[in-house]
């Protein structure tokens, strides 16, 4: 069966420091992969996604980037963080095709200070 | 654009009680919609989907939902609600790729 793994589970992180957020799926190749944020424990908000290798597509314009190494690990970056950064951030993955489920990971809290 | 409401906050039932979580949807073309589940500090958790087929989706938990068309509606029902029941659900709608959700319902179920 497949798993997605994300961590770290929690950060805080002073303005202006680097992030890295690294998200791992097994059990399945060449997944969809997504970073998604929830401000406020409600709206979600869907960042980043990834059809392959290389292959990112940004959502909205921020102060975050992402990028997808291998086939199967998405990380989440910033060169400098803001306090509007802080928030909920889940990974997620599916199989290709607009029918197939979205599964997302436990997800990794980032305060910013 | 494609676009899921979700009417109430909140929603507050006893246990025991049926409980409804009303979903809206506007998609031009058919619908691909889901339902999430999100306790506390926690990942969102799959609970079904409607792609095609009986309008009566049944899912985890004892959950289901029934896709009506003339009322662009995807609401979430359980019989009977448990005070495990407690937490925040969400109404999604994928297109092509993405997800995009509803702004969350609380629902509180007292014993």
């Known amino acids: 069966s497949q798993t997605i793994h994300q961590w770290p589970a929690t950060l805080v992180q002073p303005v202006g420091s680097p992030l890295s957020l690294e998200c791992t799926v097994e059990g399945t190749s060449n997944p969809n992969l997504y970073w998604y944020r929830q401000a406020a424990g409600r709206g979600l908000q869907l960042l980043f996604y990834?059809?392959?290798?290389?292959?990112i597509s940004s959502e909205v314009p921020q102060n975050l980037s992402a990028s997808r190494p291998q086939d199967r690990q998405f990380i989440l970056s910033s060169k400098k963080l803001l306090l509007s950064d802080s928030g909920f951030y889940l990974c997620a993955w599916s199989l290709d095709g607009r029918s197939n489920t979205i599964y997302f990971g436990e997800g990794s809290w980032l305060t910013v200070v | 654009a494609q676009s899921v409401a979700q009417p109430e906050d909140q929603v507050n039932v006893a246990e025991g009680n049926p409980l409804t979580v009303k979903c809206t949807y506007s998609?031009?073309?058919?619908?691909?919609l889901f339902w999430y589940v999100q306790y506390p500090n926690r990942g969102l958790q799959f609970l079904l989907k409607?792609?095609?087929?009986?309008?009566l989706v049944k899912g985890s938990y004892g959950f289901e939902a029934e896709f009506n068309k003339s009322q662009t509606s995807f609401h979430l029902k359980k019989p009977s609600a448990l005070v495990s029941d407690s937490a925040l659900y969400f109404c999604?709608?994928?297109?092509?790729?993405?997800?995009?959700f509803g702004a969350g319902t609380t629902v509180t179920v007292r014993a």
């Open positions: 998609v031009s073309g058919n619908p691909y």
């Open positions: 409607y792609i095609t087929g009986d309008n």
């Open positions: 999604a709608v994928k297109t092509n790729y993405k997800l995009s």
């Open positions: 990834s059809v392959g290798i290389g292959q």
